[in-house]
């Protein structure tokens, strides 16, 4: 499937800026299954630097500085991707990993190729996803025991934080201890992934955090999927032997052609799509709005898909 | 030699534990440590403790500080040196110093490897998680590749003597390590008071250690950079070392900046000076790791640069250490490091190391979980105050909790043995006795090795009994000495600072935080002179009044009153709402303005806003300077708001307060160079004497009075100039309004009066640097000489006319007021000009997240 996606931040300043630096994380990953036919990022005003680099995580960091004095700036992002998941592999079909129990897993991490190397360090805590309670973990335990198949718990984790979670855009922001949405079971896609996260976590399971976008508008026939503000965000397990499995909590199902990867890292605070320090002395406003369409010359019959969130702060 | 026989080491012995310094295990005396003992016996009790009273005296002098945090003494906790050294032979100390020197080369290259291609995890040599789980593990910093020859250009190792009679390494610093600036103080401090105990014994020097770190930082830059442009980025004034930052700043010649001082720009960091922006090249940090850049680190930090780790990934700047470096301070390294030091350099580690147990290893875990009292816990990547447990302390519940927090997150912690480590004699209220104490040793970057200074900062513990040593709860420091058999040099001031690639810094480099503080200084002691003046002025009038019943006395008195209210701007005071009920009772409220520093415009708190704006420029201050600064602390340290003193009392606080001022003033006019920033402090002042002798004239002379009243007013005012002398010798006749507004207000060449003073502060804005942006300049010019016309070309018959009630002279006050006004735009136009700090740095996404 082939969409066009476009990413418009919009930070409007009181005041106005006599300069910023910042910092963007909005380019669609190249990998498989998910071709990044074209990408371009326009930022107005001009920037006086502009840098890309690929990050610690192998996401990719878009930096730049913008030197004269400003009242508006605006970040777009417009993305051409072609999602065809089909081309994954798919752990259904691997019957050995699907079964490894929790045990097993745990075992298999003590290991030392390249690949757990780096899975190990996901099973830490992070920035955001600290201090990982009892609540949390008697939570997890419900789905992980040490003799059951980690796909499978996880795949109930993920339906468990679908019907126990409430989709609230009012109570949380990015800064939200998990504590606390644990405790109320409300929240966001970020929210509960990192729920998610922190639950795999606290049976030493290796789990990242994926940030991207999600097409919300199905073809007919299908139920309607729920997005939050202008990115989405799910999770991931690390199964030795197999590799990463995405779970998507905030839709109950595991991630497929309308999910579109931007990055992954240990929680939201690696991947935040737009970030900056600025020399101001007024207040701001922010407004986002992702819209995805199915690329009409591929997909004429399917009804032109929007999407407008606002948010302010 | 028998300890018996030197009176003061009397006891010492007694109930010794553990390994000492100065008595081996066998009983007998260091031999290192006879002469000492010698010199010590032959200066004797007295001398020894008179010895110990000049240093404490000396350190006090010189503002020797070392901040405590929490502390209620605040800032200027005055640093404590101990007469009695640490010693070291040279044969020992040269083991040591190679065992310092492999592992920095360790350390650098294990700071290399994390951030570079991770062979030690690869390769199984640590486990991945004692980086992992460190938090000064920065990603950020990953890949990030440096011109410098080495990662680790600083590296401070912390040792003590363990049981076995060797050094111990104790803890590792590698982010901005401090001590080095008070290994120097105390090198000087004692070489400079306690001769005598260096008779016959010959102390290697750090002179060329300094010249190695100057070096250092100027090899450092980039690559093509010839003469670089080099600063010392500290948090500010209230940083427990901050004395440190600005006696290295000022020993090595750089200026001493915060991080709202520099900004990126252009892929460069910039010096924002009263020139312009000034391109930097090398940053010696004392901002911890996480610190230094808001952009990608800890988004709140107000002591970084926004931007900076860009510009160090491409290698425009070098920040001294490597921003990331704070991951080696690693307790859970210890048990990998001989490992480690196999795999690099097939040998072992020389210096030993305390017993440790990673908890992030089962077997290990199981161990620690099971012996847990024997062992010290920490994080292994704790900071200096957080999770330290001495397990043998604990209660049960406190055993069981941390137990389980270590279970939960095994990666985190290390169990460490307990350690005694040796003790050595320390001079205490007129005994010596033993103590605890710990060394940190100093090295850097040099060609292909470290270059290690001989001897460093010893610290020691704050009882006899203390097992913990550490500033922070204010301990007790020592020179250490590195003795040789052969002759050593003298200790020589600035012998490092080989000229070659040094040039002083001029006005245009000066930071503008620091340009702003000198503003601010100028205009605070220009404030407290006028008002301690005139508050003396008005309580020297109550004074005679009692002497004299006249009528106008009183009227006098009301006139001088609400004129103390204008001038310090302290309404309603004697004018506003109530003044009547304060007339009663004037003495209340002059005490008030002068003692009570809660009050805006009081005389104590102008006093402690100057503080506060001199403190933070330290790095500018002779010792003079510090003499008479700490004297005026001291003098008004025992007053207290809450008593009540007599008007004679309060005169003679302000009579020492004035001439310890003027004395101020006159040492800061002798000891720092215009273009150290003179000219900012003195057109802060100049500004604040004209417009206080505006604010004095428009209260008390644009009024008319009659005859008797006129004369006492004028005396008043003339007095609380400073100027009655004066006049009478110019005047010499009866006192006249006219006479007096030609000498304090009109006189070309009267350095008090009002036009001298807008011509100086005139010429002296007209010798500011010129900014990138002159229009401010420009502006700020115009209107100052807009005054300076004004007050030039005044006429003074005109001036004094009375209008028709012969009340009020209208003129008069309109003109003040013009002054007044020129000059306060003038002084906004230079701040904006020069000091501009309006826009405030923030968070794009503002949002509490802890890094």
């Given at each position: 499937m082939l969409f066009d996606i476009i990413h418009d931040?919009?930070?409007?300043?009181?005041?106005?800026?006599?300069?910023?630096?910042?910092?963007?994380?909005?380019?669609?990953?190249?990998?498989?299954?998910?071709?990044?036919?074209?990408?371009?990022?326009?930022?107005?005003?001009?920037?006086?630097?502009?840098?890309?680099?690929?990050?610690?995580?192998?996401?990719?960091?878009?930096?730049?500085?913008?030197?004269?004095?400003?009242?508006?700036?605006?970040?777009?992002?417009?993305?051409?991707?072609?999602?065809?998941?089909?081309?994954?592999?798919?752990?259904?079909?691997?019957?050995?990993?699907?079964?490894?129990?929790?045990?097993?897993?745990?075992?298999?991490?003590?290991?030392?190729?390249?690949?757990?190397?780096?899975?190990?360090?996901?099973?830490?805590?992070?920035?955001?996803?600290?201090?990982?309670?009892?609540?949390?973990?008697?939570?997890?335990?419900?789905?992980?025991?040490?003799?059951?198949?980690?796909?499978?718990?996880?795949?109930?984790?993920?339906?468990?934080?679908?019907?126990?979670?409430?989709?609230?855009?009012?109570v949380t922001n990015v800064a939200t201890p998990i504590s606390e949405v644990i405790k109320n079971k409300k929240g966001v896609c970020q929210d509960f992934a990192q729920i998610a996260i922190a639950c795999l976590r606290s049976v030493n399971l290796p789990a990242r955090y994926v940030s991207g976008y999600i097409e919300t508008l199905p073809p007919p026939g299908e139920e309607k999927l729920i997005g939050t503000d202008a990115?989405?965000?799910?999770?991931?397990?690390?199964i030795p032997t197999f590799g990463w499995v995405d779970f998507d909590p905030t839709n109950n199902q595991k991630p497929k052609n309308q999910h579109i990867v931007v990055a992954w890292g240990r929680d939201y605070y690696d991947v935040a799509p737009l970030k900056g320090v600025l020399f101001s002395s007024g207040k701001s406003e922010l407004t986002v709005s992702v819209d995805i369409r199915p690329d009409p010359s591929e997909n004429t019959l399917l009804n032109l898909n929007q999407q407008q969130q606002q948010q302010q702060q | 030699m028998n300890l018996d026989s030197n009176d003061i080491f009397k006891g010492y012995g007694d109930d010794l534990k553990g390994y000492d310094e100065l008595i081996n295990t066998d009983l007998k005396i260091n031999e290192n440590w006879t002469r000492l003992l010698d010199n010590v016996q032959s200066i004797g009790a007295e001398e020894l403790d008179q010895l110990q009273s000049e240093i404490d005296w000396l350190m006090a002098e010189n503002g020797v500080t070392y901040n405590v945090y929490n502390d209620p003494n605040g800032l200027n906790r005055p640093w404590q040196l101990n007469a009695i050294p640490f010693m070291i032979h040279e044969k020992e100390w040269n083991v040591i110093e190679k065992g310092i020197q492999q592992r920095a080369e360790l350390l650098n290259l294990i700071l290399k490897d994390i951030y570079g291609e991770r062979k030690l995890i690869k390769d199984k040599i640590v486990p991945p998680e004692v980086f992992y789980e460190h938090r000064g593990f920065l990603r950020q910093c990953d890949q990030i590749t440096y011109t410098t020859a080495k990662n680790l250009l600083i590296y401070s190792a912390e040792i003590s003597r363990g049981p076995d009679g060797r050094m111990w390494i104790v803890n590792d610093r590698t982010q901005a390590p401090s001590g080095m600036g008070y290994a120097l103080e105390n090198r000087f401090a004692t070489s400079r008071i306690a001769s005598d105990l260096f008779q016959d014994i010959h102390v290697k020097q750090?002179?060329?250690?300094?010249?190695?770190?100057?070096?250092?930082?100027?090899?450092?830059?980039?690559?093509?950079?010839?003469?670089?442009?080099?600063?010392?980025?500290?948090?500010?004034?209230?940083?427990?070392?901050?004395?440190?930052?600005?006696y290295l700043a000022n020993l090595l010649g750089y200026p001493l900046v915060k991080g709202n001082d520099l900004l990126v720009r252009d892929g460069f960091v910039w010096m924002k000076s009263l020139q312009g922006l000034k391109k930097v090249d090398v940053i010696l940090r004392r901002v911890d790791d996480v610190f230094v850049d808001p952009l990608e680190l800890k988004e709140d930090s107000f002591l970084g640069v926004?931007?900076?780790?860009?510009?160090?990934?491409?290698?425009?700047?070098?920040?001294?250490?490597?921003?990331?470096?704070?991951?080696?301070?690693?307790?859970?390294?210890?048990?990998?490091?001989?490992?480690?030091c196999n795999y690099f350099f097939d040998e072992d580690l020389m210096l030993p190391q305390i017993a440790s147990w990673w908890c992030g290893q089962e077997k290990e875990r199981k161990h620690v979980l099971k012996n847990i009292k024997k062992y010290v816990v920490k994080r292994i990547d704790r900071s200096n105050r957080e999770s330290l447990y001495f397990c043998e302390f604990l209660s049960e519940d406190e055993i069981d909790i941390l137990k389980a927090e270590i279970v939960?997150?095994?990666?985190?912690?290390?169990?460490?043995?307990?350690?005694?480590?040796?003790?050595?004699?320390?001079?205490?209220?007129?005994?010596?006795?033993?103590?605890?104490?710990?060394?940190?040793?100093?090295?850097?970057?040099?060609?292909?090795?470290?270059?290690?200074?001989?001897?460093?900062?010893?610290?020691?513990?704050?009882?006899?009994?203390?097992?913990?040593?550490?500033?922070?709860?204010g301990g007790v420091s020592k020179d250490f000495w590195v003795i040789s058999d052969k002759k050593q040099e003298n200790i020589q001031q600035y012998t490092w600072n080989n000229s070659k690639g040094l040039k002083a810094i001029d006005m245009n480099d000066l930071p503008s935080n620091m340009a702003e503080n000198l503003f601010w200084s100028g205009r605070y002691l220009g404030r407290a002179v006028v008002t301690s003046r005139f508050l003396r002025t008005a309580l020297s009038s109550i004074n005679n009044q009692q002497y004299n019943t006249r009528k106008s006395d009183s009227e006098v008195l009301t006139l001088l009153f609400k004129a103390v209210t204008n001038i310090t701007s302290t309404f309603p005071g004697f004018i506003g709402e109530g003044s009547e009920e304060v007339l009663k009772n004037p003495l209340k409220e002059l005490q008030s303005l002068i003692l009570d520093r809660d009050r805006i415009g009081s005389l104590a708190q102008t006093l402690e806003s100057f503080n506060n704006s001199y403190y933070t420029l330290r790095n500018l201050w002779s010792k003079d300077m510090w003499r008479v600064f700490d004297s005026i602390k001291k003098l008004w340290s025992p007053y207290d708001k809450s008593k009540k003193y007599s008007v004679q009392g309060l005169i003679k606080l302000l009579d020492k307060t004035i001439s310890r001022l003027i004395a101020f003033m006159g040492l800061i006019e002798e000891s720092i160079m215009v273009d150290q920033g003179l000219l900012?402090?003195?057109?802060?002042?100049?500004?604040?004497?004209?417009?206080?002798?505006?604010?004095k004239s428009r209260s008390l002379i644009v009024f008319n009075y009659e005859e008797q009243l006129n004369y006492e007013v004028l005396e008043a005012l003339l007095n609380s100039h400073e100027s009655l002398n004066i006049y009478r010798y110019s005047y010499q006749s009866y006192l006249g309004l006219e006479n007096v507004v030609k000498l304090l207000i009109l006189d070309k060449s009267y350095a008090k009066s009002l036009c001298y003073q807008f011509n100086r502060i005139k010429k002296d804005i007209y010798r500011l640097p010129i900014p990138e942006k002159e229009e401010g300049l420009i502006e700020c010019k115009s209107k100052i000489t807009k005054a300076f016309e004004l007050i030039n070309n005044i006429d003074a018959e005109?001036?004094?006319?009375?209008?028709?009630?012969?009340?009020f002279r209208e003129n008069f006050e309109a003109t003040l007021s013009e002054l007044s006004d020129l000059l306060h735009e003038t002084a906004i136009l230079m701040s904006s000009t020069y000091f501009d700090h309006s826009f405030q740095q923030t968070q794009m996404v503002q949002q509490k997240i802890e890094i």
């Open positions: 931040t919009t930070y409007k300043y009181e005041e106005g800026v006599t300069f910023c630096h910042n910092i963007a994380i909005l380019k669609p990953k190249d990998i498989l299954g998910q071709k990044l036919d074209s990408y371009e990022l326009n930022i107005t005003p001009e920037p006086a630097s502009f840098s890309e680099r690929t990050d610690y995580f192998g996401n990719t960091i878009t930096r730049f500085s913008i030197q004269s004095y400003h009242k508006e700036l605006k970040v777009i992002a417009k993305s051409k991707v072609n999602r065809s998941f089909e081309k994954e592999r798919q752990i259904e079909s691997d019957d050995k990993a699907k079964a490894l129990t929790l045990n097993e897993v745990c075992e298999l991490l003590k290991g030392v190729d390249d690949a757990v190397l780096d899975a190990r360090q996901y099973q830490l805590e992070s920035v955001l996803i600290n201090k990982i309670d009892d609540k949390i973990k008697a939570y997890a335990e419900e789905s992980f025991q040490q003799d059951r198949s980690v796909y499978e718990a996880s795949y109930e984790l993920m339906q468990r934080i679908y019907d126990d979670f409430e989709f609230n855009t009012e990115s989405h965000a799910w999770f991931s397990v690390f | 750090p002179s060329s250690f300094f010249s190695d770190f100057n070096k250092m930082l100027v090899q450092a830059a980039p690559s093509n950079v010839e003469n670089p442009n080099i600063v010392i980025l500290t948090p500010g004034p209230h940083n427990e070392t901050y004395f440190e930052h600005a926004a931007g900076l780790l860009e510009v160090v990934r491409n290698n425009n700047i070098t920040v001294v250490n490597p921003v990331g470096s704070g991951i080696i301070e690693n307790s859970g390294l210890v048990p990998f490091m001989n490992a480690i939960k997150n095994p990666y985190r912690f290390v169990a460490q043995e307990k350690i005694s480590f040796s003790s050595a004699p320390n001079y205490s209220e007129k005994n010596i006795e033993p103590r605890k104490v710990v060394c940190r040793t100093f090295s850097v970057a040099k060609d292909s090795g470290y270059s290690v200074m001989p001897g460093g900062l010893v610290r020691v513990a704050s009882e006899r009994k203390e097992l913990r040593v550490s500033n922070q709860r900012v402090y003195f057109i802060g002042l100049q500004m604040e004497q004209a417009s206080m002798n505006i604010a005109e001036l004094l006319v009375l209008n028709t009630e012969n009340t």
